[in-house]
């Protein structure tokens, strides 16, 4: 055993036989992030099992955050694990797939951060602009997101960068306002001079193509890392076709309309496509109304050729994809975060 006294760890990645440090209290996916090795993984909670490895050797707990549904006791009795949610207690060997991308690694950093706005921007949307103090710049990709500590959790809560990496400038997000969510009720009550504490970026929801049709999809706050990656897409030349589905229940969920719209009038080749599933009887509009799965059918009937990158919750993600492949997208076309 290799236990030193700052109680560091070492783990084997096979087949590539890679060897990478871990400290204790640290997780299996956080130590290889960290490490620069490329694995898949999507909520980095325990909840999507993207990131299952299996562990041949050595001494390892599974957290409690991990359900039966999401790793089964034969495949833990088999050594299979997930990596987000493993931490160590000896060196270990495991065996796990490393992905190869021609996408940019960002290095994760621990940061400190100041409130600078808070605002409502629906009923349940806030839009938070943090400063970084410590350090003050982190370099990340649009679509990526960063990792908050909630102080009453003891625990992290994952949240998408809303706008494209611009050296030393602030950083957005849009939380919702889930009842009875610690983390995103600590996130919508910070008040401006507040710090935050967090890690970062993750996450492979980058822009892959500029040189095709494009369709970015999104609910609630997914239109966070939408945004990203759109202010990314247009503030360099872009000259295929993009378009924006964004779904919402009624008028009161819907937001930076204008900012949309005022994009539609830079750039004719940018569709902003907002639909309303229930529209109050209240609601004045015109627009576009039924589940966004079903508005995207009627707009696109060939999508095989494009890229699509989508962001909302899981029923949306499901039926928006079902929509994509029946018109012809490959799957390996399509990205997403789904919460
Ligand atoms: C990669 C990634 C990026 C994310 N980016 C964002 C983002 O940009 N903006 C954002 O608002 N959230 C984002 N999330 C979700 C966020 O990390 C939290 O899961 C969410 O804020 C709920 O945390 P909580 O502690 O408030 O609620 P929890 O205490 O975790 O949950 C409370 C209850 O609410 C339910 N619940 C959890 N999440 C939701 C939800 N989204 N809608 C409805 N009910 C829910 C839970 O099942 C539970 O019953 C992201 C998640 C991931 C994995
Ligand atoms: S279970 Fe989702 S990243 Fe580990």
């Known amino acids: ?78 050594g299979f694990t997930l990596m987000c ?38 009923h349940d949307i806030h839009m938070i602009k943090l400063k970084l103090q410590e350090p003050q710049n982190i370099e990340y990709a649009s679509g990526q997101f960063f990792e908050f500590e909630i102080p009453s959790l003891d625990d992290t809560r994952a949240y998408s960068l809303a706008n494209k990496y611009e ?9 919702k306002r889930v009842p009875e969510g610690k983390g995103s009720n600590y996130m919508c ?20 193509s500029k040189d095709k049709d494009l369709i970015f999809i999104a609910g609630g706050s997914g239109m966070a890392p939408i945004k990203s990656l759109l202010e990314e897409l ?41 639909a309303l599933s229930q529209p109050a009887p209240s609601d004045v509009w015109d627009g576009e109304t039924g589940f966004i799965a079903d508005v995207i059918s009627r707009t696109l009937d060939d999508t095989s050729n494009m890229d ?7 029923i949306m993600i499901e039926t928006a994809c079902d929509a994509l492949s029946k018109s012809g997208m490959k799957g390996t076309n399509i990205a997403y975060d789904e919460f």
């Open 234 to 274: 247009f503030s360099q030349s872009f000259e295929k076709e993009a378009w924006f589905f964004y779904g919402a229940r009624s008028k009161k969920d819907l937001y930076l309309t204008e900012e949309w719209e005022e994009l539609v009038r830079q750039h004719p080749n940018f569709h902003f496509v907002p």
């Open 1 to 78: 055993m290799t236990k030193t006294a700052v109680e560091t760890y070492e783990i084997t990645l096979e087949p590539s036989g890679k060897v990478i440090t871990v400290k204790e209290g640290q997780t299996i996916l956080d130590a290889a992030i960290r490490n620069g090795v490329q694995v898949a993984y999507g909520c980095r909670h325990g909840s999507c099992a993207a990131c299952k490895c299996q562990v041949l050797e050595g001494d390892y707990e599974v957290m409690d955050r991990v359900s039966e549904y999401s790793l089964m006791s034969f495949e833990r009795e088999e």
């Open 167 to 175: 050296e030393g400038s602030m950083i957005e997000f849009h939380v």
């Open 308 to 314: 699509a990158y989508l962001c909302g919750p899981p």
């Open 85 to 122: 949610s493993t931490l160590v207690e000896s060196d270990l060997v495991i065996e796990v797939e490393e992905e190869e991308s021609d996408l940019p690694f960002f290095a994760v950093s621990d940061f400190e951060a100041e409130v600078v706005e808070n605002v409502a921007c629906t």
């Open 189 to 208: 009550d910070l008040q401006v001079g507040d710090t935050v504490t967090g890690s970062g970026p993750y996450g492979s929801m980058q822009l892959r």
